[in-house]
């Protein structure tokens, strides 16, 4: 099973807080750190290339990319906005369901850590509570 083996269980936490966003992100909310997969160690964007945005949007809990999307989920708002695809370091996706794909470590392939419509080639998001940052 894809057990997050984190002693904070992701599932539960909607928003993040406040001091948390403020430690990740700089003046102009731009990702201070490396985005790091919680998993292991693939480096998904590196500093100052995504940029925190509210926005409401369901992720199913974690599941493995041969897995069925569990439908249990949460609805997450708080994302780094990434407007091209070649600007992350590492990724993949799931393949793609009602126009949504979601995000996936390139590496150990645990997601989804976000979402991408295929309506809107110029939209990535990566959920803030799905990544480490560091
Ligand atoms: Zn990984």
């Known amino acids: 099973m894809a057990e997050a083996t984190d002693t904070d269980p ?4 909607k928003r993040v807080p406040e001091s948390t966003l ?8 731009k990702n201070k750190t490396r985005i790091i997969c919680r998993r292991c160690p693939s480096v ?4 100052c290339q995504a940029k925190l945005v509210e926005k409401e949007f369901f992720l199913p809990n974690m599941f ?3 897995e069925r999307a569990p439908l249990e989920g949460v609805t997450l708002t708080d994302y780094w906005h990434v407007s ?7 990724v993949g996706f799931s393949k793609t369901v ?21 309506l809107d080639k110029t939209a990535y998001y990566i959920a803030v509570d799905r990544v480490k940052h560091g």
Do not use: R
Not at 10 to 13: D, K, N, Q
Not at 84 to 90: P, V
Not at 98 to 118: F, M, Q, R, T
């Open 10 to 13: 992701i599932e539960e936490s």
């Open 22 to 29: 403020a430690e990740i992100s700089d003046a102009d909310g």
């Open 44 to 47: 998904i964007l590196s500093p």
């Open 64 to 66: 493995q990319k041969n």
């Open 84 to 90: 091209d695809m070649m600007t992350f370091d590492n």
């Open 98 to 118: 009602d126009n949504i794909k979601y995000l996936i470590c390139a590496d150990c392939e645990i997601g989804p850590i976000g979402w991408h419509s295929v």
